[in-house]
């Protein structure tokens, strides 16, 4: 085939010429081998000779043709001009870019389709993820507890304002202190030097009270909350509990001293003068009512110089108690027997001992308190104290006669005849020196009348061995008055 002026229109891309070492620049590639078209020096994959045709000697471009451009060619080479398919240039129309155009544009670089990379690369960012259901759920849980923590906090929020908006009026912190006369103030002065007693006997246990005399650790209360105790148990109103001993005791008295040991701080009462207690004088009454320990109550004095029996329960009168009294309305139930009865000056005046009750065959019989409580004055109680401490034995003061205690008469009778057949009239006691006779009935003492026997023996018990006394004698239908001095016998 001639060689002739190549009149097909110019591709739109090229293959770069084998063999062209000298446009190879700095990081472009070499080309692709299988690269190739009809004017490419080497024939490509399909478009080559089959092996083995004949197809005729290799066409080549006019050697006054123009090179084309490729990427990587020398900057002084002509530029192509690109040209549709179907507007070829006419027959002998110069080709643009050939020698004799205007002056070629600067270097435009092109497109090279067997580059590593492409000139521009479009970044995109990260790819983006659709939303998974678990993080719907997550996300909804997360909304959830956020709402109820915070709906939570508003509710206790609105409720604590709500409880303020209703909160009642009430006084502020005030002080504590009282008055030394009050019932308060009384109890608070009181209260260290009350115990309260446990005791264990052969016939069971039991509860009462006493108080403290004096630095050494006595203790005064009633006999018949120790008489038979076994073992004595002492509490103290901070709640110290510790072992006591029995000292010393007297029936006829009803009163006993226990002793404790070991204990400091003891706080001892101050004795006050049951001689100037007056009907209608305040007091306030401490003990441990059915065991309910430092219980304060409050009252009057209602009567002085009640006269009181208790005990009995041995029949022949050996455990007997007289008492010349101080009645109180302050209440005293079984418990408070052994506490103190105290004045407004937190002074004690008595020994709370015993209580009356409604009548034991009355239906409707109150078992506690109903106003009626009896003490031993603390003038009787401090002798007998003194005594028991010193000896452990308690003397009483007689005058020396028998009385008939089957009289029904006003006054107290003298015996015919005494114990075992003898006198009536101790000879040479203290009634035989004053003049006094069997069958005298006795009717006063200093000026106080007696309506009975044990209204006499209660009378003479409330002085001291060795006083004197006037006794207002009733003989053969005649007032006479005699002078007695108070005799001295052993208790029991």
Excluded: C
Aim: net charge negative; hydrophobic share 35%.
């Amino acid at each position: 085939m001639p060689d002739r002026q190549q009149t097909d229109p110019a591709p739109t891309w090229w293959s770069r010429p084998e063999g062209t070492a000298e446009g190879h620049r700095e990081g472009v590639p070499a080309p692709r081998p299988e690269a190739g078209a009809d004017h490419a020096a080497g024939p490509g994959p399909g478009l080559g000779p089959e092996p083995g045709a004949d197809h005729g000697p290799a066409r080549s471009a006019p050697a006054d043709a123009p090179t084309p451009p490729y990427a990587g060619a020398p900057a002084d080479a002509p530029p192509y001009a690109e040209t549709a398919a179907g507007d070829a240039p006419a027959a002998g129309a110069p080709v643009p870019g050939s020698p004799g155009d205007q002056e070629a544009p600067a270097h435009v670089v092109r497109y090279d389709p067997w580059g590593d990379q492409p000139l521009q690369v479009v970044d995109r960012g990260r790819q983006r993820r659709g939303v998974g259901l678990w993080q719907l759920v997550a996300f909804g849980v997360g909304v959830a507890l956020l709402a109820g923590g915070i709906g939570g906090y508003l509710g206790v929020l609105a409720e604590r304002q709500s409880s303020t908006r209703l909160e009642l009026p009430q006084a502020g912190a005030a002080d504590t202190g009282r008055a030394p006369g009050s019932v308060a103030g009384i109890a608070a002065t009181a209260l260290p030097g009350v115990v309260t007693l446990h005791v264990r006997s052969t016939d069971g246990s039991g509860t009462g009270t006493g108080f403290v005399l004096d630095a050494q650790g006595h203790i005064l209360t009633n006999n018949h909350v120790v008489g038979d105790a076994k073992e004595i148990g002492v509490t103290f109103s901070t709640g110290e509990s510790v072992s006591a001993e029995l000292v010393g005791r007297d029936t006829g008295y009803d009163l006993a001293v226990v002793k404790v040991g070991g204990v400091r701080g003891l706080r001892p009462l101050s004795l006050g003068n049951s001689e100037n207690v007056r009907v209608g004088d305040p007091v306030v009454a401490i003990g441990a009512p059915f065991d309910l320990s430092n219980t304060v109550t409050a009252g009057i004095i209602s009567a002085t110089g009640r006269p009181v029996t208790a005990g009995g329960d041995k029949g022949d009168g050996s455990d007997v108690s007289y008492v010349d009294a101080l009645q109180t309305d302050a209440p005293i139930n079984p418990g408070n027997s052994g506490g103190p009865l105290l004045d407004a000056k937190a002074h004690v005046v008595g020994i709370n001992s015993a209580i009356r009750g409604a009548d034991k065959d009355d239906p409707h019989r109150q078992g506690g308190s109903i106003g009626l409580g009896f003490a031993i004055p603390i003038n009787q109680g401090k002798r007998v104290a003194e005594e028991l401490i010193r000896t452990g034995r308690a003397t009483h003061p007689v005058i020396g006669v028998t009385l008939d205690l089957q009289y029904t008469g006003d006054g107290a009778r003298v015996g015919d005849k005494g114990a075992d057949g003898k006198p009536s009239v101790v000879a040479d006691g203290p009634g035989a020196r004053a003049g006094i006779r069997a069958g005298d009935v006795i009717t006063k003492v200093d000026g106080q009348r007696v309506r009975g026997g044990d209204e006499l023996i209660i009378k003479i018990r409330a002085h001291r061995p060795g006083d004197p006394l006037t006794l207002t004698v009733l003989r053969e239908g005649r007032e006479r008055t005699l002078e007695v001095v108070l005799g001295s016998a052993n208790g029991s």
